[in-house]
């Protein structure tokens, strides 16, 4: 009798040969949020992140810090919303106490005549009409502030708004580089300095040392929050208000954070600036 021996049967199944890899599905925006969202939540935070203290309370955290180093400064720092269209905050101030050595502006007015003169006297390093314009574009002429009269503004602003403008030197009524004291103008000037801040709205200023007395700390830091606030539209200017102008032609900065630092302490968010 012969034997067959048993032979594997091979189907043909066309399902198996046209199966494909199937691609992973594209997250939607509001899947990848809430994927950031537990991934945040999950890294490690400084211990500092969510700190929060009174004026005072870090003031004494970072004197204990740096009780080593009497000379070490606090900094302070000022963040603001930066919307669109909104100019870089900046100003002057003059400290209660200062904590370093001022210093000293280079100052280019424009002006003719009387107030020329004026200028002249009250110390400005250059004085002229719309002949300075040239030499500003093409940097012959260099100052760390400008100033205006009010006959010549219309004049130079075609020209030099978009040189002067994005640097935060343009004249301006509304930090009042448009001016026809220009002499007084100067002559407030001297023992003041200059805070700017960057493109982000952050404002950054040493304010105080840390030998310094917590009362002398606490009023430059206060004083110069009152500065910004001003500035920045967070607070109205009350000569503003007596004459009846319009303060909020630009739209106001908010602020977001206030925080104090020094140089190997914690930088600590204070909740009652």
């Known amino acids: 009798m012969q034997r067959y021996a048993p032979q594997r049967q091979f189907h043909y199944t066309p399902a198996i040969l046209a199966r494909k890899e199937r691609k992973p599905p594209v997250p939607t925006k509001k899947q990848l949020l809430i994927k950031e969202r537990k991934r945040a ?8 992140d969510n700190e929060k ?43 209660p106490r200062e904590t370093k050595e ?48 009010s006959s010549l503004i219309r004049g130079i602003t075609p020209k030099l708004g978009r040189v002067l ?19 007084g103008f100067i002559r407030r000037l001297k023992g003041t300095s200059e805070w700017k801040g960057d493109k982000e709205g952050t404002i950054r200023q040493p304010i105080a040392k840390m030998h310094f007395p917590v009362n002398d700390v606490v009023k430059n830091i206060r004083y110069f929050l009152t500065v910004v606030k001003r500035a920045t539209g967070n607070i109205r200017d009350p000569k503003a208000e007596a004459t009846k102008k319009d303060t909020s032609q630009k739209p106001s900065q908010a602020i977001t954070r206030v925080l ?14």
């Open 53 to 95: 203290m009174t004026l005072d309370d870090a003031i004494t955290v970072l004197r204990a810090v740096e009780v080593a180093s009497p000379n070490s400064t606090y900094e302070l720092v000022v963040k603001t919303e930066m919307g669109k269209g909104t100019t870089i905050p900046k100003g002057r101030f003059n400290l």
């Open 165 to 183: 403008g994005p640097r935060g030197l343009m004249p301006s009524e509304r930090r009042g580089t448009v001016t026809d004291d220009i002499g």
């Open 102 to 149: 001022q210093s000293k502006d280079r100052i280019l007015v424009f002006a003719e005549g009387r107030q020329a003169e004026e200028a002249k006297k009250a110390g400005a390093d250059i004085v002229g009409g719309l002949e300075l314009v040239e030499g500003i574009i093409n940097g012959r002429h260099q100052a760390t502030l400008f100033l205006c009269s």
């Open 41 to 48: 939540k999950k890294m490690k935070k400084n211990v500092y």
């Open 260 to 273: 104090l630092s020094s140089r190997q302490g914690p930088s600590i968010q204070i909740v009652d600036a």
